[in-house]
């Protein structure tokens, strides 16, 4: 069993649709977690980066962190057609750790 | 950006052959790192840095090497390239804000072995 699981998709919506991605996790440890989101031949750009549980938002995204469940969401409001990428989310254990493990990414499709 | 930049951004070589990726960053980020990228896999740590001539392994070492000479550049060099090695490989950086979890990548080269 992977430690970060992710639904490859792809996860296709039309344009305006909320779109929700998720991961789980196996290792209780984690408490850092972020999501990125990476264009077709592109390098993984960093959206959102949480401590612990909870919610983050910032603008269109939330990122919500359920450590009971090990289980976090990536919210997207009023999606657009750029928004259409992969989306991996990754964890860490602690601060100051090389070690961050990231799932295998889903792909979003926003349809115009 | 978070100024990185990778060299060379595509390569096709033949097995058997030496190969070295080349990454540089403008921005004093402590730490540096090697991933590849493939389907099915997600990203895999190769090496990483933690300072000047300081690495370690990552869980995909096997075939490739590192050096870190100056804070910038970070060499990542596969010895004897097999075709197991074609993938995309990406660069990343953290620690110039002192939080050290927020990850930054390079655009990443690609590289065929054939």
């Known amino acids: 069993q992977k430690e970060v699981e992710q639904d490859p998709g792809p996860l296709s919506v039309p344009e305006g649709a909320i779109v929700s991605l998720n991961c789980t996790y196996s290792?209780?440890?984690?408490?850092?977690f972020m999501w990125y989101r990476q264009y077709s031949r592109k390098g993984p750009e960093l959206l959102m980066y949480t401590y612990s549980s909870g919610n983050k938002e910032d603008g269109r995204f939330t990122a919500q962190v359920d450590k009971s469940s090990k289980y976090i969401s990536l919210f997207i409001r009023d999606s657009q057609p750029s928004d259409s990428a992969t989306y991996l989310c990754?964890?860490?254990?602690?601060?100051?750790?090389?070690?961050?493990?990231f799932g295998t990414g889903t792909r979003l499709k926003v349809l115009a | 950006d978070a100024g990185i930049t990778q060299s060379p951004r595509h390569k096709v070589t033949e097995t058997g052959t030496p190969v070295t990726l080349r990454c540089h960053q403008t921005e004093n980020h402590r730490y540096m790192y090697w991933y590849r990228q493939d389907p099915g896999h997600g990203l895999r740590l190769i090496h990483y840095?933690?300072?000047?001539?300081?690495?370690d392994k990552g869980e995909v070492s096997d075939g490739y090497s590192v050096s870190r000479s100056k804070t910038e550049d970070f060499l990542l060099t596969l010895e004897s390239a097999t075709s197991s090695q074609t993938s995309v490989y990406f660069c990343?950086?953290?620690?110039?804000?002192?939080?050290?979890?927020?990850?930054?990548f390079g655009p990443g080269t690609r590289l065929t072995v054939l």
């Open positions: 990343a950086i953290s620690g110039a804000s002192g939080v050290t979890n927020e990850q930054f």
């Open positions: 840095s933690y300072g000047v001539k300081d690495t």
């Open positions: 990754a964890m860490s254990e602690t601060s100051g750790t090389y070690k961050y493990i």
């Open positions: 290792n209780s440890a984690f408490q850092y």
